[in-house]
């Protein structure tokens, strides 16, 4: 059974930084990503990284945001930083399974940016 679980929210000031971390288990997974949703919105792609590496950043957050892996325990990281109030949001984790590539989501973790 696929479970992931994420940690690291939280309330900051602009300009401030946080890491929001990801474990998954149950599964080998190809690749993950952090999508975040604020209210009254859609839920939008953030950045993406590949079983290899392969990365993808949102315009919105290049250059302020990193994401990483670590393959061997399945998780992923999110180090967010010069964070904005257009960051805020509920940030979710996603984990899309190597075989038959099946989409998993977290809870969400809050992320509020102060001004």
């Known amino acids: 059974q696929v479970h992931l679980v994420e940690s690291g929210g939280g309330l900051v000031q602009a300009g401030g930084s946080l890491r929001l971390s990801c474990v998954a288990s149950g599964s080998t997974f190809s690749s993950m990503a952090w999508y975040r949703q604020a209210p009254g919105k859609q839920r939008e792609l953030v950045a993406g990284?590949?079983?290899?590496?392969?990365?993808f950043y949102a315009d919105s957050v290049k250059g302020r945001f990193t994401i990483s892996r670590d393959n061997a325990e399945n998780i992923v990281y999110l180090q967010m930083n010069s964070l904005e109030p257009e960051d805020t949001a509920v940030y979710y984790c996603?984990?899309?399974?190597?075989?038959?590539?099946?989409?998993?989501w977290g809870q969400g973790t809050q992320v509020t940016v102060s001004s």
């Open positions: 990284i590949s079983r290899a590496g392969r990365l």
């Open positions: 996603n984990a899309r399974t190597a075989r038959f590539d099946v989409d998993y």
